[in-house]
């Protein structure tokens, strides 16, 4: 039992560890756009808002895919 707690633990830390870092870089993210768009600076806003845009269509299309494939 004490194996099974810790490595729950573990887990639970990585997945702190990972949404820290993940909310670390949308945040630099965010701020840079903002400086962009203060300075007058449109190509970077439209480039990070188009890798923004095929991410979220890449994390989409997996989850219809592993819908489709009856693994979720």
Known sequence: MDDLVFVGALGITGL???AIIL???AYSI???MYTAFVS???GVILTWGAVI???G???MAAGCWLR???RI
């Open 16 to 18: 702190c560890i990972a």
């Open 57 to 59: 269509s890449v994390y």
């Open 23 to 25: 909310l670390y870089g």
């Open 68 to 70: 489709k494939t009856e």
């Open 30 to 32: 965010a701020g840079l």
């Open 40 to 42: 007058g600076q449109y």
């Open 53 to 55: 845009l095929v991410a």
